[in-house]
Structure formats: C-alpha cells, structure tokens
C-alpha cells in the first residue's frame, strides 16, 4: 500500500520481479493448505477420541451384565483392557507422528511471512532513495552534496534490501519444494498406524468372539431368537393403526428412525408444559412441537399444534383398538390423541435479537448476555486445556463467544468465549473466558 502511494505522488517506481512474486503466490497457498490439513488433522484426533471413549463404555456395559459364574469372565475383563490401552496408543502416536509433525512444518511460517512484509517495505525505501538520487542528477542546478548523500543513501538501501531479497529467493522455492515430503510422510505415517491400529483390533474382537461363543455353547437351552420384523410394504396382521391426520402433524404418526440418532432429551409428549423461556432453541427434534421457519422480518414465529384437529370416523375406534395391544411403550395412537380432553391450542410466539438481548412479543425479560456477545455454539466433543487460557470442555457444554480483547491475538481455528453455565452463575467474565478450538463446537445460535 505504501509502495503504491509513492508511486501516485512520483517519488517512486515500482520495482517488478514476477519470479518472487511466483514465490510468494507459492507461500500462500502451501500455508493455506497446512493450515487445513492441521484443522482436519486435529478433527481426525477427536474423533478417534470420541471412538475410544465410545468403545469404552460398550466394554464397561459388557462387563457389567457378564455374570461372574459364566465362563471367558477374565479373559472378558482382559480383551475389554487391551482395548482401552489400543485406542490410547493409536491416539498418542497419531499426536507424535503427525501432529507434532504438523505443528513444526507450520511453525517456519510465521518468520518468512513477517520477512516477506519486511523486504515490500525495504524494496519501497530502495525504490524512492532511487527515485530520489535520480531527480537531484537530472535538476537544472545540480547540488554536489545532496547528490552524494543521496547516492550514500541510495546504496545503503540496495544493500538492506538485496541482502533479504536473496535470502527470501533461496528459501521460499526450498520450502515449496520441501511440502511433497512432508505430505507423503505425513499420511504414510497415518496409514500405518491405522493398519497397525485395526490389525491388532482385529486380534481382540475375535478373542472377543470366541468367548462369547463357548459362552453360547454352555448356556445352549437359553438362546435368543430374534423374531421377524415386519416390512413398510406388508402390514403385520392385527396391527391396524389410524391413517394419520390430513394435516400431516407428526403427533400423531409414529416416528421411525433411520439413522439410529439417540432420541433428544426433552421431546414434547402429549399434554407436556410448553417451553416458557424465550430463550430456548426453537428447532423441531422428532416428536416436538412443528414449527414454522424465520420469515423474512427478523424474528422466528412457533406454532404449536393439537396432537389431533379432527374427530375419528365411526371406524377409527375399532382400528385403535386392535393397534392398542401391538403398540410399542411410549407411542401415543391417534385414538388416545382423539380422546384427551385437552382443548386445541395454538401458540405463537415471536423473538427478536436486539443488541445482543433478545426480546420476546410474550413479554418475557430480557437475557444476560456478556459484552460483545457474537454467537453461541455448543462442543461436539471433549476438549482437555493444555493451557491457563484455554476452555476445559465437555461434550454438549454451550459457550457464548465473544470477540479477542486485541484482535492481533486470535490465532487460526480458535474462538474466545466463557461456558453458559459459568457466565449465569458467576458472570464474571475476566476470571472463566477462554479461547477453544473452533472445530471442536457446532453453531446454534
């Protein structure tokens, strides 16, 4: 930018070298691409993470129902060992091998990235000493002394300048060059501990396999049959259910699941008091309450429905009848939907962001944001603190983020913010805010 306005009030011209300039493109690029692969890297981390802590609790669930009179108890208890201490291993040497790796590729970028913002403003001073030495030669009156001072100057700046100009010229194809062996080291590095990692898992869930078998064998008179489900396409005798309402509300037609998601905590049921907090996500999990999408006023209306607008036909009590005995435990036929006394109910609210509070048409109060709140968003996974500054997570915890006090601070993939819980309960911001890496949390809000 300074170069360029030298240039406008002519006390400069533009010095070109399209091959440093190659150089530089080349820079950019292999950073932008480190940083990506360090932020899927440590995303590949935790979720192996997440695995381990997952195959853990299967194990701890198996040891927990494996009677102590049944045969393979400890050679259970063994298996369910080496496996906890596998997935440890697989973590701690994909963090030695690879992202300690990582870590040091990127670290050599920051100096050369400050050295090439270094040599733009030399390369100016050389461009207007130059410049300058220039128009004092070609001056009607020339002046002796100012033309030697200003040819000492001008070689001084060459100088300052061509000594970093080399530097850079030998460095920058060097390390462009140096990136096809640290990607190929790299993801072998991964691939072998993987194979490795699922070769010696493989060894365990067979031992696993063949306890459970002599298990089977001992206890043959106790199997477990796993009886026929019924297809969508062919109703199972005697299990009628009602059509569901014209209206297609979900309250009254059975839900399947098939991506085997975990049924959220909090799903509405019939006759369940409705939120009251405006503050609580209005999004719709299976089962809860139908709502309407933002229209384009700023603010999201919600429309609760009766879990049943229409009176059954004459034939539809006979059906529910025969559906009753077949149901599964917790659905609610539309039978049951028909017969509650409960009045049809609609329910409209509406909420606006304003300044960082919300406000509620229902006239609720206004929430206690901390200042410069931005956003919330909610970990996915645990993240463990490996510093005084950062967020000790746990899977599900809500933060507020709010902006860097110096913006210069903010490092790549990492926010600033203070865990919900502690800014409602303390709401002291200096002492629990903290800086977590982005790619461990989701967006809510």
């Known amino acids: 930018m300074m170069r360029k306005v ?28 480190g940083t990506r692969l360090q932020k ?19 194990n701890e669930c198996l040891q927990e129902v494996y009677e102590p009179d049944w045969p393979g108890r400890d050679e259970a208890s063994k298996i369910a060992e080496n496996n906890d201490l596998l997935w440890m291993d697989y973590h701690q040497k994909l963090v030695d091998q690879a992202l300690l790796t990582m870590d040091t590729y990127l670290g050599q970028f920051p100096d050369i990235k400050s050295r090439i913002a270094k040599r733009g ?9 130059r410049h300058h030495y220039e128009s004092l030669q070609t001056a009607k009156k020339k002046d002796e002394a100012k033309i030697a001072k200003a040819e000492e100057e001008l070689i001084k700046a060459q100088k300052v300048f061509e000594e970093m100009n080399v530097d850079l010229q030998e460095e920058l194809p060097s390390l462009w060059n140096s990136r096809v062996g640290f990607y190929v080291n790299t993801f072998q590095s991964i691939a072998g501990l993987e194979e490795n990692f699922h070769k010696e898992m493989s060894k365990l869930n067979q031992n696993l396999n063949d ?22 396409s062919v109703p199972a005798k005697g ?30 049921t019939p006759g369940a008091a409705l939120p009251k907090s405006p503050s609580q996500p209005t999004e719709n999990p299976a089962g809860s309450l139908p709502s309407k999408e933002p229209s384009a006023a700023e603010g999201t ?55 960082g509070t919300v406000e509620s048409g229902s006239g609720a109060g206004r929430l206690d944001l901390p200042p410069g709140f931005m956003f919330k968003v909610q970990a996915q996974h645990d993240y463990t603190a490996t510093d005084t500054d950062e967020l000790q997570l746990k899977a599900g915890d809500v933060v507020l983020v709010i902006p860097f006090q110096n913006p210069e601070e903010q490092d790549e993939g990492w926010l600033m913010g203070v865990k919900e819980s502690d800014w409602n ?15 461990f949390t989701e967006r809510v809000q």
Not at 121 to 129: E, F, G, I, Q
Not at 425 to 439: A, C, D
């Open 6 to 33: 030298l240039q406008k009030l002519g006390k400069a011209d533009e010095t070109k070298d399209e091959q440093f300039e190659q150089c530089v493109q080349n820079f950019n690029k292999q950073l932008t691409e």
């Open 40 to 58: 899927d890297l440590r995303t590949y981390l935790a979720s192996v993470k997440a695995m381990h802590e997952a195959s853990k609790k299967l």
């Open 121 to 129: 403003r030399k390369l100016v001073d050389y461009d207007s000493a």
């Open 211 to 232: 306890v459970l078998v002599s298990l089977e064998k001992q206890h043959g008179s106790n199997t477990f049959t796993v009886k026929a489900q019924p297809s969508d």
């Open 239 to 268: 299990n009628k259910s009602p059509s569901p309402p014209p209206d297609g509300s979900p309250a009254a037609t059975p839900e399947i699941r098939v991506n085997h998601e975990p049924e959220p905590a909090g799903a509405a």
């Open 301 to 355: 209306f919600a429309v609760a429905w009766p879990s049943q607008t229409a009176e059954p036909g004459p034939a539809q009590p006979a059906e529910a009848s025969e559906a009753a005995g077949a149901q599964e435990p917790g659905e609610t036929t539309a039978s049951e939907a028909a017969s509650s006394s409960l009045p049809a109910v609609v329910v409209e609210t509406f909420s606006a962001t304003v300044n």
């Open 425 to 439: 309960q303390h709401k002291e911001l200096e002492k629990y805010r903290g800086v977590f890496p982005e790619n």
